[in-house]
């Protein structure tokens, strides 16, 4: 019995939870048998989107662990500090690139309209 605790905890704190959600979205003259209903209705969709997000992390450990098992240590993407790094000179020329241009734009208007 020991082991069937902690899922009815999780079951119990999660009706509190869905059932607070649906009094708070409660319209007037709303009884508290729709109440209820609506209090389900989002019982079940915490609990999928649940099971959703634990899917989608096994996929990932599982992904992980091809990778590892393969040998690689490096992941396949791009290192994020390579990518930084690639990012410098086009942010460190494009204000002056902003300002030669600006300057050229001031200086034709200028003589265009003499």
Request: aromatic residues 8%.
């Amino acid at each position: 019995m020991a082991k069937y605790s902690k899922k009815s905890a999780n079951t119990e704190k999660l009706i509190e939870e869905a059932m607070g959600i649906a009094r708070a979205t409660q319209k007037p003259g709303q009884t508290k048998e729709q109440t209820k209903l609506i209090a389900q209705g989002i019982q079940k969709g915490i609990e999928q989107y649940k099971k959703q997000h634990a899917a989608r992390k096994r996929e990932l450990d599982k992904k992980i662990k091809k990778v590892v098992a393969a040998g690689s240590h490096e992941p396949s993407s791009v290192d994020p500090d390579d990518e930084l790094m690639s990012d410098q000179p086009l942010s460190s020329k494009l204000p002056w690139v902003l300002l030669i241009l600006s300057w050229l734009a001031f200086t034709a208007y200028y003589f265009i309209a003499r």
